[in-house]
């Protein structure tokens, strides 16, 4: 089974503070990508990853940056944290490069800045 | 923008009863529609999806109906159970962008009661 985990369900932060969110693949998988979902707007892509060290801007990267270092692990970096980017935060793999490729979502991070 | 509506925002069904959630899209270059079920505490995962060189798609009670002419589409779960219970999603994706960007709809949550 592919299996998509992410280093925290919970996380308080505080306004001002670098947040670092991880997310680690275990299959081997081409594609990571990061969403936050909002009650009544569903999922929004924030960036996403096709390979180690390449990057693409989703629809609201604003606020936003990522790094992926290893092709397993896809970090997503909140660099001066926002009470408006307090959210839930959900990573998703695809294992190659087609459009109908399957997405695998790890379990998320509930985000709450204060 | 939204490019692909998703309704209703919520739904409730007896045991037993036909669970129906719609969606519409815009954009004619789509041609790949997921649906992703979410259960609470856990992250979306692929249910069920269709080509637009189909009109339905079935597998067990879950069925996609496909209307390429009125840019819709719509899930149909049959006999619908109490663990069926979830947030449900459409989704939509261009071809050939060499990995799948998935445009989602803004989510149906369905509750089935007993």
């Known amino acids: 089974d592919v299996k998509v985990t992410q280093s925290s369900r919970y996380l308080v932060k505080r306004t001002g503070e670098k947040v670092f969110l991880e997310c680690v693949q275990d299959?081997?998988?081409?594609?990571m990508f990061w969403y936050r979902q909002d009650p009544g707007l569903g999922l929004r892509l924030i960036y996403f990853?096709?390979?180690?060290?390449?990057?693409e801007k989703g629809d609201i990267p604003e606020g936003y940056s990522v790094s992926r270092e290893k092709k397993e692990r896809f970090s997503l970096i909140l660099e001066s944290a926002s009470t408006n980017q307090t959210s839930m935060y959900l990573c998703?793999?695809?294992?190659?490069?087609?459009?109908?490729?399957?997405?695998?979502f790890g379990p998320g991070t509930r985000l709450t800045v204060l | 923008q939204q490019q692909v509506k998703q309704s209703p925002q919520s739904l409730i069904v007896q045991k037993g009863g036909i669970s129906i959630i719609n969606c519409a899209y815009e954009?004619?270059?789509?041609?790949?529609f997921p649906w992703y079920q979410q259960f609470p505490g856990k992250g979306p995962a692929l249910l069920i999806a269709?080509?637009?060189?189909?009109s339905e798609k079935k597998e067990g009670r879950f069925t996609i109906s496909f209307n390429k002419s009125a840019k819709q589409f719509s899930l149909h779960i049959m006999d619908s159970q109490p663990g069926d219970s979830a947030t449900y999603f459409c989704?939509?994706?261009?071809?050939?962008?060499?990995?799948?960007?998935?445009?989602f709809g803004t989510g149906t949550r369905l509750l089935v009661s007993p």
């Open positions: 998703a793999s695809t294992p190659g490069d087609t459009g109908t490729d399957t997405q695998y």
């Open positions: 299959m081997d998988h081409e594609n």
């Open positions: 990853s096709y390979d180690v060290k390449m990057k």
């Open positions: 954009n004619t270059a789509f041609d790949y």
């Open positions: 269709i080509r637009p060189d189909v």
């Open positions: 989704a939509a994706t261009e071809p050939n962008t060499g990995f799948q960007k998935l445009v």
